[in-house]
């Protein structure tokens, strides 16, 4: 079966930087669109980051573009989130996930698999 499992994440200060890792398995992984989104608990989930399955495009919240890079490696099946300049606000459960589509989806409910989360904390 199909799994996205992230990992990366962790306690940052405000203004510092992580990289976000989502390993695939039991998908033809360049066929897929990848996502990141995140959420803060009693809120609905966020877009964050999109790339096509060749990698050659991406897509940005406007919140995150200039510091935030997506990218992935098909070789390997990962997709990655370069993070930089965090905010507090931004401190959220981060989740990857996968669309058999080519569209870089925003809304959520376009995306087929999901990984589990894994947690950022950005202290201020």
């Known amino acids: 079966q199909v799994q996205l499992v992230e990992s990366g994440g962790g306690l940052v200060q405000a203004g510092g930087s992580l990289r976000l890792s989502c390993a695939a398995s039991?998908?033809?992984?360049?066929?897929?669109?990848m996502g990141w989104f995140r959420r803060v608990p009693g809120k609905e989930r966020e877009f964050v980051a999109g790339?096509?399955?060749?990698?050659?495009?991406?897509r940005y919240a406007d919140s995150v573009k200039g510091r935030f890079t997506i990218s992935r490696d098909n070789a390997e099946n990962t997709v990655s989130l370069q993070m930089n300049s965090l905010k507090a606000e931004e401190t959220a459960e981060y989740y990857c996930?996968?669309?058999?589509?080519?569209?870089?989806?925003?809304?959520?409910?376009?995306?087929?698999?999901w990984g589990q989360g894994t947690q950022v904390t950005v202290s201020s």
């Open positions: 790339v096509s399955g060749t990698g050659g495009r991406t």
């Open positions: 039991g998908l033809t992984f360049s066929l897929y669109t």
């Open positions: 996930a996968a669309d058999r589509t080519a569209t870089i989806w925003s809304l959520e409910s376009q995306y087929d698999y």
